[in-house]
């Protein structure tokens, strides 16, 4: 009986030490996704900035939407970033942070070095001249260096690719095949290299252009559809976006997942950089710019996902992006009036939607 005790402590403690260099690929951890944009926690810490829980504790911004039940971080990478920003080196240290924290890793992979969006998908500077058959290898060592290293939960080919990406070589209008070619080129790569790593394509919008992306999409192998809405730009009703969850999850058979989000809790600014929102016209009527009216906003998107069979979660975007550079920079933030902690980066009550 010693003996065997022995063996199931030992058995006991080997899984335990396991659990966490594995649990990037378990399936059983395949709940609702409560996510986080994170990316500009290094850099914003790296300069300073403390971050407070509600209490006004200082405390770790990651263990504070942790406690909060946050259950997944999204974190950017570029190729080669100016001033090491997203890059590799900094990309998995936070991975890390987070698995250690106990947190899924999403890692959204912009292919390029810089940011990637329907406006601009600039192939990575190193990419630029090589023929397609070289920037076939050069994407798929990279995409392989990346899930093996990183070893993400969630991956996303690329960013808001609603016209492709690596602009000229693979953009959406005139090189559609080179496009969904390199699609399937990831998506073969991630499925070997990390077979149990879901995948998501992303796109920013919602309605009919959503449907037509994602019909394009029927020759590529992947997991989950990420759609953008924000309401500045996608519409102000949030049953359009439930319909569109709908409609795409069970036309394509694929979980749908809200990959970018955000809203004020005021429309004032903390410091001299432009805000990308500021105006009453901007919002939802439904929802006031202020703490209570964030958080109402982010519980309705969250009950209109859950209202669906195909909703799997959502992810608030620019959530750590507070005015880290003081009230008198024009290099700050155009987001601090929409992230999750307020001027005096306290944690806001918006964070309860991370609960259950």
Not at 28 to 53: C, W
Request: proline share 4%.
């Amino acid at each position: 009986m010693k003996i065997r005790a022995i063996f199931y402590c030992t058995l006991l403690l080997f899984s335990f030490s396991c659990s966490n260099e594995n649990s990037f690929n378990d399936t059983s951890q395949d709940v609702f996704i409560k996510g986080a944009d994170m990316s500009f926690l290094p850099l914003i810490e790296n300069e300073g900035t403390q971050y407070f829980n509600a209490t006004n504790q200082s405390e770790d911004a990651l263990l504070t939407l942790k406690k909060a039940g946050c259950n997944t971080i999204r974190i950017r990478i570029w190729n080669n970033s100016p001033e090491n920003l997203s890059s590799f080196t900094e990309v998995k240290a936070l991975a890390q942070r987070v698995k250690n924290a106990g947190m899924k890793v999403w890692l959204c992979v912009h292919y390029s070095d810089t940011w990637a969006d329907p406006g601009t998908q600039s192939i990575p500077a190193a990419w630029a001249n090589l023929s397609f058959s070289d920037l076939k290898i050069a994407f798929t060592n990279y995409t392989s260096m990346l899930v093996t290293e990183i070893r993400p939960d969630i991956i996303q080919i690329g960013n808001e690719i609603n016209n492709g990406f690596m602009w000229p070589k693979a953009d959406l209008a005139t090189h559609e095949n080179e496009f969904l070619e390199l699609l399937s080129i990831a998506s073969n790569t991630i499925r070997t290299q990390a077979p149990k790593t879901k995948i998501m394509l992303h796109y920013a919008g919602i309605g009919t252009d959503a449907s037509w992306f994602y019909n394009k999409m029927a020759t590529v192998n992947y997991d989950y559809i990420g759609l953008s809405y924000y309401p500045i730009w996608h519409g102000k009703n949030l049953d359009d976006v439930k319909s569109t969850i709908s409609t795409l999850g069970q036309t394509h058979n694929k979980k749908v997942i809200i990959a970018e989000t955000s809203y004020p809790f005021t429309l004032g600014f903390n410091d001299w950089t432009n805000n990308i929102l500021g105006t009453t016209d901007q919002i939802i009527p439904l929802f006031s710019a202020t703490p209570l009216g964030q958080k109402a906003y982010l519980l309705a998107l969250k009950e209109k996902i859950k209202e669906t069979q195909q909703g799997f979660g959502f992810c608030y975007w620019g959530t750590e992006w507070v005015a880290f550079r003081g009230n008198q920079s024009t290099n700050g933030s155009p987001w601090e009036n929409q992230s999750l902690w307020d001027f005096n980066n306290r944690a806001l009550p918006a964070m309860d939607a991370f609960a259950e």
